[in-house]
């Protein structure tokens, strides 16, 4: 039996329809615009390197930002879609300071005296983290903690996987974590991404860490939060 299809005659309806159409057609215009402009950059940094590649007319092979469906970028396969699973960066333990290793009183007021001693502590991170996220910039910790994890790798595959991933999540600009870098690191990055390594994202990585040491630890450090552990921690006073 035949169906016809009687187009909505609401004018609201009509209305909503138009209107969910022009932001699907804004928002696919705005993709392919920062899929150019990375691809651009990329080509450019090639020809200054004076290693320009023979299909540089087909210059979407290079982009890495994955926010275009062009041909180059083909429907990955079962297998490849578990490597990737695999390799996504997992949060470090458990994201609650309360559920993570208790640290000793000592510990904790060490991270008091500087930022490097509470980056070295994975109880300290856990906290800093938890802070981070009723701040909004848990990104931060998280992409710094994927880098340590790159830095670790060694298979050349796993490595090209982990960078795609990372730049995916934390620096592409349609990201909803995307991290706040300047413009000369991210140049660094879209040069340094024409041959990915664990180093790939070295000064981006730096400049995050200076941006927490600078802006989110004095806070911390001064924070509820951080008091509220130190009196958990401390020792009951002894029986009279």
Not at 75 to 81: A, K, S
Not at 109 to 135: D, I, N, P
Request: glycine fraction near 2%; aromatic fraction near 8%.
């Amino acid at each position: 039996m035949a169906l016809n299809f009687q187009p909505p005659s609401n004018p609201v309806v009509l209305l909503c329809l138009q209107s969910m159409g022009s932001e699907r057609a804004e928002m696919r215009k705005r993709q392919m615009q920062v899929h150019q402009e990375a691809a651009a950059s990329v080509l450019q940094a090639r020809h200054k390197m004076g290693n320009t590649p023979t299909n540089a007319s087909n210059a979407c092979c290079f982009c890495w930002c994955c926010c275009c469906s062009c041909s180059c970028l083909t429907v990955r396969g079962d297998e490849e879609t578990v490597q990737r699973s695999t390799f996504e960066q997992q949060p470090e333990g458990n994201s609650n300071c309360e559920e993570s290793p208790k640290p000793t009183v000592d510990e904790a007021r060490s991270w008091a005296v500087s930022f490097e001693k509470l980056m070295k502590s994975g109880a300290g991170r856990s906290c800093f983290r938890q802070f981070l996220r009723t701040e909004f910039s848990e990104e931060n910790m998280m992409f710094w903690l994927a880098c340590e994890d790159l830095k670790k790798e060694t298979n050349k595959t796993v490595v090209e996987e982990k960078v795609r991933q990372i730049y995916e999540d934390f620096i592409s600009i349609l990201s909803p974590k995307e991290v706040s870098l300047d413009s000369r690191v991210r140049e660094v990055i879209n040069r340094n991404m024409l041959e990915p390594t664990s180093c790939t994202f070295d000064d981006a990585q730096q400049q995050i860490y200076t941006l927490m040491q600078r802006d989110s630890y004095p806070r911390y450090i001064n924070s509820p939060a951080y008091t509220d552990l130190l009196n958990s921690l401390e020792e009951p006073p002894p029986e009279p």
